[in-house]
Nanobody, 131 residues
């Protein structure tokens, strides 16, 4: 079992920055794939950024160039640095984790953004961007 706890949400004006962190505990050695998702009221949960430990990172087009996903060497903490925030970035942000992928590498750029890929989820942290 793995537990995920997100920190760092809050309110900021458009153009500002926020940094989120996700602390993982439990059987973290089994986790190789982590991601940030977000969900606004009435919308589906969408992938924001994904990371396959030591291999690759992925971003949605809406945040590419503004957000950066990273992980500490122990794999116990996942980060999301969010810059140049926009009102449309307002959402609940969730951390997600998955075991070492068994699917082919060519599918990583698709799989990372699918909620079904992930085995564990945090409770979420709210990010609000005002105009």
């Amino acid at each position: 079992q793995v537990q995920l706890v997100e920190l760092g949400g809050g309110s900021v004006q458009a153009g500002g920055s926020l940094a989120l962190s996700c602390s993982a505990s439990g059987d973290t050695d089994s986790i190789w794939w982590m991601a940030w998702f977000r969900q606004s009221p009435g919308k589906e949960r969408e992938g924001v950024a994904g990371l396959y430990t030591g291999v690759s990172t992925y971003y949605s087009d809406s945040v590419k160039g503004r957000f950066t996903i990273s992980q500490d060497n122990s794999k116990n903490t996942l980060y999301l640095q969010m810059n140049a925030l926009k009102p449309e970035d307002t959402a609940m942000y969730y951390c997600a984790a998955a075991y070492r992928p068994t699917w082919p590498a060519w599918s990583y750029h698709i799989r990372w953004r699918a909620t079904a890929t992930y085995n564990y989820w945090g409770q979420g942290t709210q990010v609000t961007v005002s105009s």
